[in-house]
């Protein structure tokens, strides 16, 4: 299993970034899935976007796609979520995920939550309008 440490969470107005990062504890290894959820509340947890690592596939859930960006910084066991034009239906808690299972060449990673193993704490996305 990995451990995983979210950050960058804040309180933004509508129309502003923010970049969250997910630290692993260890290397993860390559075709890998990993992933950011968020989880608003009195709402269902809920899939952002995919990647899968050393591919670098990635995914999106249609609310964000076009607006925010899932990137990987292997030398750094880094995942992050760069989020632009943030919009009030964007707050919640963000999750970063991980899976250890080893994918094949050319596998999308899902946005389905009981695919992921590791899960972060959580850091908390707050939009305001």
């Known amino acids: 299993q990995v451990h995983l440490v979210e950050s960058g969470g804040d309180s933004v107005q509508a129309g502003g970034s923010l970049r969250l990062s997910c630290v692993a504890s260890?290397?993860?290894?390559?075709?890998?899935?990993m992933a950011w959820f968020r989880q608003a509340p009195g709402k269902e947890r809920e899939g952002v976007a995919t990647?899968?690592?050393?591919?670098?596939?990635?995914y999106y859930a249609d609310s964000v796609k076009g607006r925010f960006t899932i990137s990987q910084d292997n030398a750094k066991n880094t995942l992050y979520l760069q989020m632009n034009s943030l919009k009030p239906e964007d707050t919640g808690m963000y999750y970063c995920?991980?899976?250890?299972?080893?994918?094949?060449?050319?596998?999308?990673?899902?946005?389905?939550?009981?695919?992921?193993?590791?899960w972060g704490q959580g850091t908390q996305v707050t939009v305001s309008s």
């Open positions: 995920a991980a899976d250890t299972t080893r994918r094949d060449w050319g596998y999308t990673c899902l946005l389905r939550a009981e695919d992921y193993k590791s």
């Open positions: 990647i899968i690592t050393g591919a670098g596939t990635t």
């Open positions: 260890v290397y993860t290894y390559s075709r890998r899935c």
